[in-house]
Structure formats: C-alpha cells, structure tokens
C-alpha cells in the first residue's frame, strides 16, 4: 500500500490497461505531448505512442463517436473529454448512439468506450465550467455511469470500465485529482461497477454521496462524530448502475438519510435515490430523505457568491443537523 | 367518531336522536355518545339528511372512524362505507381537495366538537417510530402533537423515550393501557364472565394506573367533630324547607374544603413539568359513584360560593352526573377532590389523587362516639377523614395545615357561613 494521488491512480490504471491490451488506447484534446489538460495521460504518449495516445481536435461530437466506431470494431477506446462541460456537444453520439446501439443491433454490437471526464467546481470557472452533469446521463439506459471518490476505487474501477463491453461515462473530479489515498500495488486490483461502499459504518444518521463529495461527507461525519452523533457515509461509486441494497441496508440501520452531491439538486441523484429509499424502506425512515446540492443556479464567478453556491460541507453539516433535530437528536 | 373530550380514544354511541332519513339542522343534537367522561350530545355542524348510521346505539368507534353518512334527502349511497372501515375509501369525492361535499361522513371534518374544549391535535409519526410504537404495542395518541420533531411529529427518539424511561418522567408516563386483569390473574376461570370496559371504565383505569404509579402518595388523617356542624345542617334545612333546598354534609365538607384551600396556597398547587402551579380559586371535584363506575363533577370557584349556591350546584352536578348529562367542562379543570364514602358506612379510607390535583379528601362516615368534651365524657359525631397528598407539591405539614382549618370550620360551623 502506497499513498498516490487520484490523478496518479488514473494513470496508473490507463499505463497498465494500455500494456496488457493491445486494443485499448487513448483519445482527446491535448493528452499527448501536453499530457491532458490534468495531466492524467502523463508519460503514456512517450511511452506508447502516437498511435495509441491520439491527439484530437477540438471536437467533442468527432472523436466521441470516432471512439463509438472504434469500439464497435473491437477496439477499447478511452476518450478524455476535458470537462464534463464539453461532453453536450457530443451528446448525441453519446445518448443515441454508444447508448443504444447494442439494443438496435439486437445485441450484435456492443460498444466497450469510455469516456473519462472530470466535473465539479471551485476555482472560479464559473458558470459554463463547473457544471456536474453526471446525473443526465445515469437516467440514460444502456449507460454505465460511475464516479468514484478516492485513488483506489478510481484505478480500480477504471480498470473495470475499460474492461467492460458496455460504454462506460466515467466521471472525476476537478478537485480529486490532487487528493491522495492508500492504493493496492497488486495491479490486478479491480472494483466492480454497480457495487456502492460504505467508506465509514455508523448507527444515527447515512450520508449518501459520489465522487468528491464522499470526501466533504467524511469530513462531515468526523465533526459531527465529535458531538457524538454517529454518522454513516455511502459511497455509491456507480450512478448507473445504482447499488439501492448497500444504500437500504443503511437506511434501515440509521432510519435517517442525507443525499449529498455537487450537481443541482432538482432530479439529481438525491431525488432518485429519494424515490428508491421511500419506496423501499418507508417504514423505517424517521424523517423526510434530505437532499443537499449545489444552488440552483448558474455558477457564479465571484468567488463569495461561488462559495455560496457550492455544497460545501458547512451546509451538509446544516442540513444534517437540522435532520437530527427534526428526530429529536 | 368527533373528539368530545381531550382524552377520548374512542366513543360509544349512547344513542341517535335522528335515524336514517331523519333530516336535521345545523345544531341539532343528532346523537348522544359516550365518551371516556361523560355522556356528550353530538350536535350537527350542518344542515342534512342521515343517509345511513354506521355505528349503531351502544356500539363503539375510534376517534375519527365514520359513524354515520350524511347528506342531502334521497341520496344515493353508495355501498362501500356499510363496514366500518375508515372514512377515506368510504367518501365518494370527486375532489379530494374540498371538504364537506355531499354526501359526506359526519365524523369526517377534523372541526373540533362543538362542546369540547379541546382541540384536536393531529397524530403525526414518523414511520420508523409508528413501527416501533406498533411493535411494542405502545399507544402514540397521548403523545399527539408532544414529539420532538416539526409540528409535533413523534420520532424514533420520542419512542424511545416512551419505552425506556417511563418511570424517570412521571410526569409523562408511557401511556401504556394497564391491563384489564391483575397480573396474577391468566385466564377467567370455567363460569367467569370476560366484558369490555366502557370508556369511562377504561379511562378511570388508565388514570388511576397513572396516579398511584407515578404521583407520590401520602396520607394524613384526622377525626373531625360533627356536633355542631350537624346541628347547623339541621337548622338551615329547616329554614330551608319552603324552597326545597337542602344543604347535605358533603356541602359543609365542600365550603370549609374551598375555604381552606384559598388559605392554604402551599397545600393548593400542582406539580407540573417541573413547576408548582398555584391555583387563584378551589374548583371542587365531587366524586360521584354510579352503577359501575364513578365520575367526578367540578363544582367551580367554590371558594368564592356561599354555602346555599354550593349546595344548589352540588345537587344539580350529582343529578345529572348519575344521568349522564353532564358537559364537558364540568368534569374538567379541579383542584381539588371530596370523595365521601359516608353514606355507605366506611370507617377509614384513602383515596387516589386525581392528577394534576394535588390533593383528595376521603370522608368517611360520621359515627356517633363517646367523646371528652370540657372534662367530661359526651356523646360526639365523629367523622374520619383522610388527606391523600402529592408530594411533590405539598409537604406533610402543608397537607396536615390545610386538613387542620377544614376540622376547625367544621367544629365552628358559623365559619362556613362566614
């Protein structure tokens, strides 16, 4: 076990699928000489090539479904879209065309693509580059969509993804990248998708969360496991497909529950699991699900109403504790 | 089933004063129900026709369960509300929005009962809490609108509470229903008779379970010398008798009781959450028995009542407490209790306070006895009474201060007309 950070672990996980498979290689703006524009393709362009780490102009539409064609041939192609931002571009290509062609080739054709994007927000790039979108796409059939949270269950899950015969979105984050973690040397470390983690076990409140919000979860958990209030946090890891069992088995033990995440509240990933967890454990909630996202807005550039926006760990702190008292803790 | 009383769970239909077809006004007394108190007259909150009654004359429904369906003359009705399921699947609204459309179920609007002062707190429960209660078969309705969550909600924590610590909150006690027989009793024997209890029963047992398990008892005796105050008795009767007004002991323990109350505050206050509420004026219970079972009328602001208006009210409380008739507020707000077992001969008794009372005083009967009067031995009515105390609220030398003035205005009567 080595500390790594979640940038490292991303391109660890791509050096070592690119040299076990001779099918796999790697599409997008700028990844090769410049190594990405988050430096996750580091080395791989010196290491592997041109052919193999190929520079894309900028068009999103082109080489998303230059990477769906590829895939269709048998290739295992994993396309950087810089941010998430850019994926609407290609958006057809990514909901009509890598979603859905396994279905209308009656199951002929499959299409083994991932597309690695980061999202979030928090340095000021304002409205059109701090969106996270992932939620669109995890209501998409024929879709994986997954978001880890920390450097292992990054390089494990890109491992799976790029393995997987199906298209994979798979989502970082702006933040995580520079967060470090504990990660298995054992190179053949793989997490399966559709597998949520309960990243900390706990008996009076579940937090549920993706990607970096985990993080700012778990710092929440701490504080409030200060005042004694014993705080349980999910990872969910896949949006699509949505482990609901680990997140009912929770609910169940906790009977209050707090979805958090960085993108809009508003049919996001805590109104689904809303749905799921009244539907499945209604009897055992003791409280209305509570959701924590970011403002419903565009993101702001200024740094104060930025700060506002966001849901930082003070508001799922509020909200958490506002929930709590709702139950008379 | 409308909420005629705070405490009521359910209520029997003592009687429908309109049958089916019969229409009525708005006001009307339509039916007589018996609650956990009294029997209470259910008035119509509208003009209409009875369509058809659900729950007949002497049967029993919870709060909020339908009894009868209403509307305009001739109207159809549909089937379904024949079972006496709850309002919902019965009403056969078009918009679930509006309430009071025809035809509706009487005891559908949450309106609160035309005569009871309480208003109707709405039971709001968490699911997981609401599972919970179930399962440990405890009754939230006590705990209505008192959770900790918004509007009141019970929550989990709030059962919790229930369960565990039933006995460090006296003040709150779970509101578990004792049970119908002693705990040593199982199974009625070959021959033994099982009955429901009526409300009233039902009530009676869960209070006095309530009292003597979480309100700390003491008792303070004394014998009090009726001589004189019999002879009082006598001589107002006898002036009395061309009005038909007839003052009884019971009145005379009543008016030294208010009046010892008033002088004796420490003796007159009950613990509440914590806090010593001083009562301004005696409201006296006057526990009345009846065939099976008891109530208690409050005969209000008795300290400030003359012995005649005492005894008028005291007469026309006990009369319509053995018929049934009494509202409401009349057998509510006490601070105080006179349960007199005289009549029936009983030498010495104690009696159970009657929560937040702080006090109750047991009469017995007045028996004569040979007393030590100015050095010699006379003949004396004496009457056994005992104080039964919180407390909480009262020390034992507050308890004995106020029984010692209710013996003196006894044995100098004219204090009574003072």
């Not at chain 2, 008192?146 to 019970?154: E, F, Q, V």
């Not at chain 2, 009543?254 to 005696?282: C, E, F, I, M, N």
Request: with cysteine; glycine share 8%; aromatic share 4%.
């Amino acid at each position: 076990m080595a500390d790594v950070t979640y940038r490292e672990a991303l391109r660890r996980a791509l050096d070592e699928e690119l040299d076990r498979d001779r099918d796999v290689f790697l599409m997008g703006e700028e990844i090769g000489k410049f190594e990405g524009s988050y430096k996750v393709t580091a080395g791989l362009w010196q290491k592997y090539g041109a052919e193999r780490v190929r520079e894309t102009p900028i068009s999103e539409e082109g080489f998303v479904g230059a990477g769906i064609g590829a895939a269709m041939m048998g290739l295992r192609p994993v396309v950087e879209i810089m941010t998430i931002n850019f994926i609407l571009v290609a958006m057809d290509q990514v909901v009509n065309h890598a979603a859905k062609i396994r279905y209308m080739f009656g199951g002929t054709v499959g299409v083994p693509l991932v597309i690695r994007t980061p999202g979030g927000a928090g340095a000021q790039l304002t409205a059109q580059h701090s969106q996270s979108l992932e939620a669109w796409f995890a209501g998409c059939p024929g879709l994986k969509v997954v978001a880890p949270s920390n450097p292992a269950d990054a390089y494990g899950m890109l491992k799976t993804a790029i393995r997987d015969d199906d298209p994979v979105l798979f989502c970082e984050n702006l933040v995580l990248y520079n967060v470090t973690g504990t990660m298995p040397e054992n190179g053949d470390f793989t997490v399966p998708i559709g597998v949520a983690d309960v990243a900390k076990e706990g008996d009076d409140l579940t937090i549920v969360a993706h990607s970096y919000t985990v993080q700012r979860a778990l710092r929440v958990a701490d504080r409030l496991g200060q005042d004694g209030i014993s705080v349980e946090v999910i990872d969910l890891r896949s949006l699509r497909p949505l482990d609901v069992d680990t997140v009912v088995e929770s609910v169940r033990k906790t009977n209050r529950v707090l979805v958090a995440e960085e993108g809009w509240s508003t049919f996001g990933v805590g109104a689904e699991l809303a749905a799921r967890i009244q539907k499945a454990c209604f009897d055992d909630l003791d409280a209305p699900v509570e959701r924590v996202g970011a403002a419903e807005v565009p993101m702001p550039y200024s740094k104060p109403l930025e700060l506002a926006a966001l849901p930082l760990e003070s508001k799922i702190e509020a909200a958490a504790r506002s929930l709590l008292r709702e139950c008379g803790l | 089933m409308p909420r005629l009383s705070d405490t009521m769970e359910e209520g029997r239909i003592g009687r429908w004063l309109k049958r089916e077809g019969d229409s009525f006004r708005e006001g009307d007394v339509i039916a007589e129900i018996e609650t956990d108190k009294a029997t209470m007259e259910f008035q119509a909150y509208d003009d209409g026709t009875v369509l058809r009654i659900i729950v007949d004359d002497g049967e029993t429904a919870a709060l909020g369960a339908p009894i009868a369906i209403v509307g305009e003359a001739g109207e159809e009705v549909a089937d379904a509300p024949a079972e006496k399921e709850p309002a919902a699947a019965a009403e056969p609204e078009p918009e679930p929005a509006t309430s009071g459309s025809d035809p509706n179920v009487a005891a559908a609007p949450p309106a609160p009962a035309p005569q009871g002062n309480g208003k109707a707190e709405v039971l709001r429960v968490s699911p997981i809490a609401r599972r919970m209660a179930d399962t440990a078969g405890l009754d939230l309705r006590s705990l209505a609108g008192k959770g900790s969550g918004p509007d009141g909600r019970i929550v989990k924590a709030d059962v919790e509470r229930a369960l565990g610590t039933a006995e460090q909150a006296p003040e709150k006690p779970a509101p578990v229903e004792p049970p119908a027989t002693g705990p040593a009793v199982s199974a009625p024997a070959e021959g033994d008779e099982v009955r429901e209890l009526s409300p009233m029963l039902k009530a009676v047992a869960r209070r006095m379970t309530e009292s003597k398990t979480t309100v700390p008892h003491f008792y303070v005796s004394s014998e009090i010398d009726m001589t004189r105050a019999l002879q009082l008795r006598k001589e107002l009767n006898e002036a009395l008798a061309d009005s038909g007004e007839k003052v009884s002991v019971n009145d005379l323990i009543v008016r030294a009781s208010a009046q010892a109350l008033v002088q004796h505050p420490q003796a007159h206050r009950s613990y509440v959450d914590g806090t010593h509420v001083y009562h301004a004026h005696a409201h006296v219970g006057i526990a009345v028995a009846l065939d099976d079972g008891l109530i208690v009328p409050v005969l209000r602001d008795a300290d400030t009542k003359s012995l005649r208006q005492i005894a008028v009210e005291a007469r026309d409380l006990a009369e319509r407490a053995r018929a049934g008739k009494l509202r409401q507020r009349e057998i509510e707000g006490g601070t105080f209790t006179v349960s007199n077992m005289g009549m029936l001969g009983v030498s010495a008794f104690a009696a159970i306070i009657n929560p937040p009372e702080s006090t109750i005083l047991a009469v017995s009967a007045t028996i004569q006895r040979p007393v030590v009067r100015d050095g010699a031995v006379a003949v004396g009515d004496i009457m056994s009474v005992t104080l039964s105390c919180d407390h909480r609220a009262c020390s034992g030398a507050d308890g004995a201060r106020l029984l010692q003035t209710v013996k003196r205005h006894l044995e100098a009567p004219t204090l009574l007309l003072a």
